[in-house]
């Protein structure tokens, strides 16, 4: 228990530090009025108008940062799923029907994330499509494995 606690923790500390990081890096966009345009969805949802660089949503930072800047953005993304992968393993060991399930829909979440990307015309965007598919085909064959081992009965295994 003692090993997921420290997992846990390691990976939170690693997501909150790489969040503030990315957040500085983003608010680069309020110096940067013809990006507001496209790269501001959380404001236009909030339906406000930019007359200036304070009226940006705090939350546009890390999608101009994932856009322009994605390397604190994917550490951010990596320390999810290391939390989301712990948290997997830790359930396979106590519950392995519930672990199972939990690693298939982690993996589903992955893939609707991957296409909700898809069209990328920049660089994070394009790490971002790739690195939530492939996570996304990772927890999926992990679950898929893991049924199979589990509902194996135990005396075919070995022929």
């Keep these: 228990m003692f090993k997921y606690v420290m997992q846990f923790i390691v990976g939170i500390l690693t997501f909150i530090i790489s969040t503030f ?42 999608v ?4 322009f800047q994605p390397f604190f953005p994917t550490i951010m993304i990596v320390s999810v799923l290391y939390i989301l992968s712990v948290t997997g393993f830790f ?19 992955l893939l609707i994330f991957s296409s909700s990307i898809f069209n990328s015309s920049t660089l994070g965007r394009s790490i971002f499509f790739s690195f939530s598919s492939i996570s996304g ?3 999926i064959t992990v679950a898929v494995l893991l049924y199979k081992l589990h509902s194996t009965p135990k005396g075919e295994l070995n022929s």
């Design 21 to 62: 990081i990315a957040w500085y890096e983003g608010s680069a966009i309020i110096e940067k009025p013809f990006e507001w345009k496209h790269t501001t969805p959380f404001t236009n949802l909030f339906n406000t108008e930019i007359t200036n660089g304070h009226d940006i949503s705090p939350l546009d930072f890390f």
């Design 64 to 67: 101009y940062a994932a856009k």
């Design 91 to 109: 359930l396979i060991k106590r519950k392995s029907k519930w672990g199972i399930g939990y690693w298939g829909i982690v993996g589903v979440i």
């Design 137 to 139: 085909f990772f927890f």
